[in-house]
């Protein structure tokens, strides 16, 4: 659940903000179990890139963004 919503956010600012800003999305140190691993997971562009081509959970990531209720 943890990588789901720092993707979101990183999705959120890479939509918003422009092509010029550097976004670093990572969990605070010692406020999830497997931080580490999640920190790695949205530190990587290919990972972030991969999970974006699949069209299930950029369906979900995109549910996440919306403003309506589901």
């Given at each position: 659940?943890?990588?789901?919503i720092?993707l979101?956010?990183k999705?959120k600012?890479?939509?918003?903000?422009?092509?010029?800003?550097?976004i670093?999305v990572?969990i605070?140190?010692?406020t999830?179990?497997?931080?580490d691993a999640?920190?790695?997971?949205l530190?990587d562009?290919?990972r972030?890139?991969?999970?974006?081509?699949?069209?299930?959970?950029?369906?979900?990531?995109n549910q996440?963004?919306?403003t309506?209720?589901?």
């Amino acid at each position: 659940m943890a990588t789901l919503i720092g993707l979101s956010i990183k999705v959120k600012l890479l939509r918003s903000l422009p092509d010029r800003f550097k976004i670093d999305v990572h969990i605070t140190p010692g406020t999830h179990a497997s931080e580490d691993a999640v920190n790695k997971q949205l530190a990587d562009k290919e990972r972030v890139a991969a999970a974006l081509e699949n069209s299930q959970l950029l369906e979900v990531v995109n549910q996440c963004l919306s403003t309506r209720p589901v």
